[in-house]
Every structure is written in C-alpha cells, then in structure tokens.
C-alpha cells in the first residue's frame, strides 16, 4: 500500500489554476522530489499535502486513510519550510521542542526525542543558542530537527537549502540523504534545482503549469524524457534542442535535416511522425563530441564562448543558420574565440520530438 495517495488533485486560486489533477503514488521509505520552473505549484502541492491549504477537488490518503478534510496537525505530517521559520526568543532545544509541548507531551519524553534529534543532526553543542546566534546550515538542521522529534509519516520539504551557499548546499544534500537512510522515511522534496533532483530522488516529479509532466526514476527522465520540456529541464547543461524537419522515414530510423543541411538518421522505437513533418532534435552537450570521428555525421560549429572548468570544458558555437550549439568535453580543450571546431553526432544518443514537443519512442 502506498504511504501517500493524490488523486485527481486540484487546486484554484480564483482563475488561477495552481494544480491541475494530480495522480500521485508514494511508497514507505521513498525519497521523492517534485521540481519544476517557479510559479509551476510545487509549493502549492507540498502545503495542500500538510494541509495548510485546502484542496479545491481530488483526494489525499496517507497510509490508505482519507485525510484531505484533517486539520494539518492531526495529519502525521511535518514540513521544513524555505526560510526554516524558527522562534527568534526560544533556544534550539525549546524550537525543536515546540510542538510536542503543545501537543502536551511529558517533559521526559520531550527532551529524550529533543536529545536524539540533536545527536542525529550533530547540533547538541548548540542547543541552549537562540536563532540568530547560528549559521544558516545550523538554523537548517534545527529546523530539521524539528520536524524529526515529532516522528512524521512523511517529511515535506520546500527548497529547505535555497538560502545557503553552494558548498553548503552540497553538504546538506549528503546529510539528508544519510538522514533519509537513518530514518527509513518517506520524504517529500521540493526543488528548482535539478542537480539536488537527480542526486537525491529515488523518484523525480516534473511539474509544469501544475500539471505533471512526467514521473520517473532520475535515469528515466535523463534516458527517455517524455517530452521537449523534461529533456531539457532534466541534465546540466540543458539539452540543446534545435527546430528541423523529418526527410524520410522508415522501418526504426527517422532520418531529419542537420543544420547546414546534412541528413541525420535517427534510431527510434516507432514512427510516429511522416516525411514533410516539422519535428525538434534533442542532443546533450555531453553526447556531442568534437572530433570526425564515429558514427554519424559531422557539423561545423563556430565558438562564440569556451568555459574551462578543469575537468571539462564547455563550448558554445552557432552551428548552420545561426543555432546555438553547446557541447561539454572531458578535459582541457584549447580553442579560441571564433575558432571553427567539427562537432561530431552520434544518432544512438539523439532525441526526437514531434511538432507538438512529444517524444518519439527511443529503441529499447
Ligand atoms: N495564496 C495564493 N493566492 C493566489 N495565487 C496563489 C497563491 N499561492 C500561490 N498562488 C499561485 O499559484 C501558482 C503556483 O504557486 P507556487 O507557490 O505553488 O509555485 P512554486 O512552484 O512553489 O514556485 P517557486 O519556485 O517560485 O516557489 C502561482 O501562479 C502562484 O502565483
Ligand atoms: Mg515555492
């Protein structure tokens, strides 16, 4: 049984339509992460989740019990919220405390589980400090901590590491996943970030206008988006996805133009688009190499900007009719501003889009 049920969730704001019908299956233990541009109703979904909004049509279920009409704090759900939302006067120990105090808890109790959560999240040195005499990964952990005491169904998270710096930001997601691994439960993340999705998902939700774009393990939607909108949204740097049309068809291969003309024969699982068809080519800059050499064609690319990063390089070039092109090699790779580099295809790792941005089934 699932842990956490949506069905046909809906939620307006007025005219606005902040959730369109969403169908959700969360197992025990899973670690999910729901992403999407700002403004697609992540937030929307996570609140009307805990239950601090309440949904317009559908249904929730935690642990097969309908609970989209049980006040927030009866739901066995605990949030960390963006700006961690922590008692400026309390210490860290009465923060982390708070709510089972309200919920009249012995005191014993109350300090045991305050105790543990601190010795889990290494914060027991700070736990007489009040808020503004912590750091903003220590303000996180309380606020995790928080949520750990009162020993939660599920954790809802909404962007708990958007305020911190980018190390910090990388140290935190190992500590929640080692946390999720301690625990052994099922947690709810929300992110704009799909490096912190891919890493820590065991399941990626996409969310765009408040509908789901796809649901899928991080190698699902990074091997065989669903769309245009997925494969570009999941993989850094995007997806270079370049407007051309469908030359012929035929048994498992689409063959479509290049810029500059070349045709490019694409492997794919079925045809669902004809000769004549507009469609969209999908290639990763980390599939792209330079070089003659392999399968497939060759296309020209004059290099506007190189990024040397060490471990690997990034160039971006306009290729035929002015496209943008952006290609990531291992390495160094010295090439000057200007510089024409052939830019090498290999049609196995391409996509195919139809003109209404859907995938063409990849070969299995
Ligand atoms: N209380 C509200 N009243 C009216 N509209 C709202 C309300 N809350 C959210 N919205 C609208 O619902 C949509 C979804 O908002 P939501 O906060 O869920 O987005 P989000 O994906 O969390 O974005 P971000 O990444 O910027 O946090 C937006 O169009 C937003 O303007
Ligand atoms: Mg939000």
Wanted: hydrophobic letters at 40%.
């Amino acid at each position: 049984m699932a842990e956490l049920s949506l069905r046909k969730v809906t939620k307006q704001f007025g005219a606005v339509t902040a959730l369109s019908d969403i169908d959700l299956e969360i197992a025990h233990r899973e670690f999910v992460v729901i992403v999407g541009p700002s403004g697609c109703g992540k937030s929307t979904l996570l609140r009307v989740i805990a239950g601090l909004e309440q949904l317009t049509t559908g249904e929730i279920y935690v642990g097969g019990e309908a609970v989209h009409r049980t006040p927030a704090a009866k739901r066995g759900l605990a949030m960390v919220f963006q700006n961690y939302a922590l008692y400026p006067h309390k210490t860290v120990a009465q923060n982390m405390g708070f709510a089972l105090r309200m919920a009249k808890t012995p005191k014993s109790e109350i300090d045991s589980r305050v105790n543990q959560a601190a010795r889990i999240l290494q914060i027991e040195d700070l736990l007489e400090r009040k808020p503004r005499q912590l750091s903003g990964g220590q303000r996180q952990r309380v606020a995790i901590g928080r949520a750990i005491v009162r020993e939660p169904k599920v954790f809802l998270f909404d962007e708990p590491l958007s305020n911190l710096d980018a190390a910090l930001r990388v140290d935190m997601r190992v500590e929640l996943a080692k946390l999720h691994n301690t625990l052994n439960a099922t947690m709810i993340y929300v992110t704009h970030d799909q490096t912190e999705a891919m890493t820590m998902a065991d399941k990626i939700v996409i969310l765009r206008s408040g509908k789901m774009e796809q649901v899928g393990s991080p190698m699902e939607l990074y091997h065989r988006p669903a769309n245009a909108f997925v494969g570009s949204f999941i993989g850094s740097p995007r997806m270079n996805i370049l407007p051309t049309s469908v030359t012929a068809v035929a048994d498992h291969t689409v063959t479509v133009e290049l810029p500059g003309g070349e045709p490019l024969p694409v492997p794919i699982g079925a045809a669902t688009v004809q000769a004549g068809d507009r469609a969209s080519l999908g290639m990763r800059p980390e599939h792209l190499t330079v070089g003659a050499d392999g399968p497939g064609p060759t296309i020209a690319m004059k290099v506007y900007v190189t990024e040397p990063l060490g471990g690997e390089t990034i160039l971006y070039g306009h290729v035929g009719d002015d496209q943008t092109l952006v290609v990531k090699v291992p390495g160094e790779l010295p090439v000057a501003t200007g510089e024409r580099v052939p830019v090498h295809i290999n049609p196995a790792s391409c996509h195919l889009f139809d003109d209404n941005d859907i995938a063409l089934p990849r070969q299995t």
